[in-house]
């Protein structure tokens, strides 16, 4: 299963939280991009499941987090992010994870924290959970670590990630200044960010596709489940009745259709839709179609995945190994360059390479 990567390749890292099944935002907005890119052989990729992130909300019930992590696993090899081209791993399987955030927290000014634009958002829009944690505050450094572990060369990331990137700029400068290698070089390459063209994708309602607003097409949903959730969709509001004329710009289901559906079916929806020759209802049935046969080879994958529990751990075992070959190479230099370990061989932090993890 394991590929060996050519260093010389560009680095490539991204990764998402545990929040369960995916979505078609997800897919579009992400996935879709990432298997692209591990499909393009000047890029070595690395794509995990964001276990401890998760943990900076959910610490006081992270009993969903393992199972949700299953879903996301099983997700991304539906979508078909591939073992043998990207390395696939939980985040918490990879013991250095736990350890250079310890590390660039000594060095990241707590300012730098405290006026990330989503520190305060999030904090509003979860006001169920007490966020006052510090390892909520510290959650950037959490990224930042995951990023520079990999030293990865780009980031993967929708515009409105970009700012979290920037700061990891910043975090590895600050080190970079402070800490080098013995003949003067840098430890920590600056990462670049991979801005990821995502099409305007809406969910059932109308409004961006995202699980908090529970307006979502899961990749796994089966194909009654799609049908049922189309059916009452948002349509462009000047289609009172039948014999209104619509816009398809306006609509959502027409946003759907510039996705998922032919150039022969877009153009029968302009027309049919401009002059009010087809109701919203058959409207609804293409789009359906289009999507669930867009879906389709997804599914047969998950499928395929879902019955071979043990091929996935494996497929995480070997993820979780090759990580971290990888990040003990930037811990053991960025151990070395604060002062810590030591020189005469006797390094009691070194056997956290051998960890096996247990998934
Ligand atoms: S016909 Fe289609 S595109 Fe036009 S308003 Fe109805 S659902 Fe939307």
Same mark, same amino acid.
Request: with cysteine; proline share 8%.
């Given at each position: ?22 979505? %078609? =935002?997800?897919? #579009? ?34 009993? &969903? ?14 979508? /078909? ?13 990879? &013991?250095?994870?736990?350890? %250079?955030?310890?590390?660039? /927290?000594?060095?990241?000014?707590? /300012? ?25 505050? =510290? ?11 990999? &030293?990865? @060369? ?53 409004? *961006? #596709?995202? *699980? ?8 796994? @949903? ?10 009452? #969709?948002?349509? @462009? ?6 014999? @209104?004329? =619509? ?58 995945? !879902? ?20 990040? !003990? &190479? ?14 005469? =061989? ?14």
């Amino acid at each position: 299963m394991s590929n060996p990567i050519s260093s010389r390749r560009k680095r490539v890292l991204s990764g998402m939280r545990p929040t369960g099944k995916l979505h %078609l =935002g997800n897919y #579009m907005g992400a996935l879709h991009n990432w298997v692209r890119l591990q499909n393009q052989p000047e890029y070595e990729c690395y794509f995990f499941i964001a276990d401890l992130h998760a943990l900076t909300t959910d610490y006081a019930d992270p009993s &969903q987090i393992p199972a949700n992590t299953r879903e996301v696993i099983l997700d991304y090899l539906a979508a /078909g992010l591939d073992p043998d081209k990207s390395v696939l791993f939980v985040q918490s399987h990879v &013991q250095q994870h736990y350890e %250079l955030p310890l590390l660039l /927290g000594m060095i990241t000014p707590l /300012g730098w924290l405290e006026r990330v634009p989503s520190y305060k958002e999030m904090q509003e829009n979860l006001a169920s959970k007490d966020l006052t944690n510090y390892g909520f505050l =510290g959650y950037p450094v959490l990224m930042a670590s995951d990023i520079l572990l990999y &030293q990865a @060369d780009f980031v993967p990331v929708g515009q409105d990630q970009t700012a979290h990137v920037e700061l990891t700029r910043e975090i590895a400068r600050r080190f970079n200044q402070f800490y080098k290698r013995t003949d003067g070089s840098e430890i920590l390459p600056e990462p670049q960010v991979l801005l990821t063209p995502s099409p305007k994708l809406p969910g059932t309602d109308g409004r *961006k #596709m995202s *699980k908090s607003y529970g307006n979502t097409i899961l990749l796994s @949903d089966p194909e009654p489940e799609i049908r049922a959730k189309i059916k009452p #969709m948002v349509t @462009d509001p000047a289609r009172i009745r039948r014999k @209104d004329p =619509g816009n398809p710009d306006k609509c959502p289901v027409g946003d759907l259709h510039k996705i998922f559906s032919t150039q022969e079916t877009i153009a029968k929806v302009y027309e049919g839709c401009t002059t009010a020759g087809i109701g919203c209802i058959e409207c609804k049935t293409w789009v359906a179609d289009a999507i669930v046969s867009a879906l389709a080879p997804i599914q047969e994958r998950r499928v395929k995945f !879902e019955q071979n529990p043990a091929l996935v751990t494996e497929i995480l075992a070997d993820g979780a190994r090759r990580a971290t070959t990888r990040a !003990e &190479q930037t811990m053991q230099e960025a151990r070395s360059a604060m002062g810590l370990g030591s020189k005469s =061989g006797f390094n009691p932090v070194a056997n956290l390479s051998q960890a096996v993890p247990n998934v």
